[in-house]
């Protein structure tokens, strides 16, 4: 295994065995809207490619549940999502999506009623989600999550989720 330049990719390798084996190798993540009431079982990854059609359904359930506003979601928050899942030993369970694409009419919103919304939103990028995963602690998802060293994560134990995100590593 050699070094990667990219942090994400990084933590794909580390975590996961599979992906030590082939990078060919399919990767399926599971997702749950409480919002919406929506499930995913997709493999969005497959014969060295991020599927098209996969990610037009993930994109569709990680739209901004209060306007219904669509935005591609990153491949590297997928292969986050995927590393974490494997850290956690969970690959049947999906991850609850709290808030993934925010509209940047959502997200002034948010601001307004929270001044823990950053202004410049990774969401509003396509480039964070806030979760649950079920049968795990809030606490655990964060440890994992930062010991990949692939991005940002958010610890919010009052409201029950993780944020994780594909920018600079860093925790609060």
Known sequence: MGLSADPVEAAVKRSSKIYRKSKQVSRALYFYNPHTGEKLDVSYFTRGRYSPAAMKDINRIFRDHRTGAIKPIDHKLLDYLYALS???ETPRTPFHIISGYR???TN??????SAGVAKDSFHIKGKAVDIR???????TVR??????????V???PDDQFVHIDVGDIRCW
Do not use: C, F, W
């Not at 002034?108 to 009623?113: D, F, S, V």
């Not at 995963?133 to 606490?139: C, E, F, K, N, S």
């Open 86 to 88: 494997d850290k956690l």
């Open 103 to 105: 509209s940047p009419e």
């Open 143 to 152: 440890n994992a999550a930062v010991s990949l060293k692939a991005g940002g």
């Open 154 to 156: 958010g610890y919010y």
């Open 108 to 113: 002034a919103l948010l601001r307004r009623q």
């Open 133 to 139: 995963l079920p049968g795990r602690t809030i606490a």
